[in-house]
């Protein structure tokens, strides 16, 4: 009895000093473990992890206007209504806090999402200009080998045209060479010949061989008359 009578006692003292709220001796809750719940309440829906969660079905109002029934020796209703204004306010924050998550988040996803964009459009562009280099790359081959095969034909063509210059050039030059020589053969004779002419006697004969002037007019008239 004096036992159950000192818990008692110890049970309305800690009442009296704030420790513990109004009941039942079976039923005694500690202001510090509520108020220390709410902050793990409150604390648990500020994290990014509750952005998750199915969205909270109670709302401040519903608080605000919670009516609990009475009993014999229930809690003390103002130190309730107390508790459950700031239980009001905590859940006020909260839902703020959330849904200045649910903004920030969005926001963020928003840009994400712009980013990605940006991403993809220049991952496309860079896949545009590879594939525009390659291109390049490949016609500058294609047209590289074009201009070799065509410079090496050129380059056949006029090594072929100048050898078949230079044969017909050395064959000029042969044709020349043999007349220089029949040329040369003829006149040599030509010459011989002269000299031969020249060295014979007709030519002694011919300058002592003189003419009579008065015969040689009688016969110009006797011709003229004829």
């Not at 103002?78 to 703020?96: G, H, M, S, T």
């Not at 044709?175 to 006697?201: C, G, H, P, W, Y």
């Not at 061989?209 to 011709?223: G, P, S």
Request: charged residues 40%; aromatic residues 6%.
């Amino acid at each position: 009895m004096e036992e159950q009578k000192l818990s008692e006692l110890t049970e309305k003292q800690k009442e009296k000093n704030g420790e513990l709220l109004p009941g039942n001796k079976n039923n005694l809750i500690k202001k510090q473990d509520i108020r220390k719940t709410c902050r793990i309440f409150a604390y648990t829906y500020r994290s990014t992890d509750c952005m998750e969660v199915a969205s909270m079905p109670l709302t401040p109002l519903d608080i605000h206007n919670k009516e609990f029934n009475k009993g014999f020796r229930g809690y003390d209703e103002d130190e309730v209504n107390e508790f459950l204004d700031q239980v009001i306010k905590d859940y006020e924050l909260v839902l703020r806090e959330k849904k200045e998550m649910e903004e920030r988040l969005n926001d963020m996803n928003e840009r994400l999402g712009h980013f990605v964009n940006i991403e993809e459009t220049l991952n496309k562009s860079i896949i545009i200009a590879q594939e525009a280099g390659e291109d390049v790359k490949r016609n500058a081959q294609k047209e590289a080998k074009l201009i070799i095969r065509e410079a090496e034909k050129n380059a056949d063509r006029i090594v072929n045209e100048s050898l078949s210059k230079a044969r017909k050039i050395a064959l000029e030059i042969e044709d020349l060479k043999k007349q220089s020589k029949v040329f040369r053969t003829r006149f040599k004779m030509l010459i011989e010949a002269q000299l031969d002419m020249l060295n014979t006697d007709d030519w002694d004969h011919l300058l002592e061989y003189e003419v009579d002037a008065t015969e040689l007019k009688i016969h110009q008239e006797e011709d003229s008359l004829a």
